[in-house]
Structures are given as structure tokens and as C-alpha cells.
């Protein structure tokens, strides 16, 4: 038996957090102007993953107990689905 675990139409419910809590406002464009030129989600993906570490960490200020708990839970995060998201929406405003 499958058991269903997508939430709001993205893969988990860590995936669907992080775009919607931290990611949200980015501009990947300005952030990330040559991965966004090449349409390279791999590669965005990988420093999406790295900011939001950043974010959470206070550039590596924070460590403890509750920052392993957070970073268990990105470890949960669909990088490469948020970064597709993200090119196909700049596609989209660049078509409109």
C-alpha cells in the first residue's frame, strides 16, 4: 500500500515550508543570475539548499540542539523541485 505524503502540491511538507516561509520573496533572478540564464535547476537547487542552511544557522553563528533539529528537517526539503518552480515561474513573467 502507497501511502500519499505531498502537501499542497509539492512533494513533502518541508518542501512546500521552506518555499513558502523563506523562499517566498526571493528573486532567483537577481540572487542567482547564471543559473537562472542557463536554466540550470540543479545547481540552483544545491544553493538554494546552502542559503536557506545559512538562514537558519545565522551564517553559521547558531549551532545546538535546535539547529540539528532544522537541519534534520531541510534534510527533508525537495531542493531541485523548488528550483524547477522557481525557472518555470521566471519563464512565465518573461513570456507575459
Known amino acids: 500500500m502507497s501511502t500519499n505524503t505531498t502537501y ?3 512533494t513533502n511538507y518541508a518542501t512546500w515550508r521552506v518555499r513558502l516561509e523563506i523562499l517566498d520573496d526571493m528573486d532567483a533572478r537577481d540572487q ?5 540564464a542557463a ?6 537547487g544545491k544553493l538554494l ?8 544557522t545565522q551564517d553559521g553563528s547558531l549551532e545546538g540542539l535546535a539547529v540539528d533539529y532544522a537541519r534534520a528537517f531541510l ?13 518555470d ?7 507575459a
Open 49 to 56: 539548499e546552502e542559503y536557506v542552511d545559512s538562514v537558519v
Open 89 to 95: 515561474d521566471i519563464k512565465a513573467e518573461d513570456a
Open 39 to 44: 536554466d540550470d535547476a540543479y545547481t540552483l
Open 8 to 10: 499542497n502540491g509539492w
Open 32 to 36: 542567482y543570475p547564471t543559473e537562472v
Open 75 to 87: 534534510a527533508d526539503v525537495n531542493w531541485h523541485e523548488i528550483a524547477e518552480h522557481m525557472l
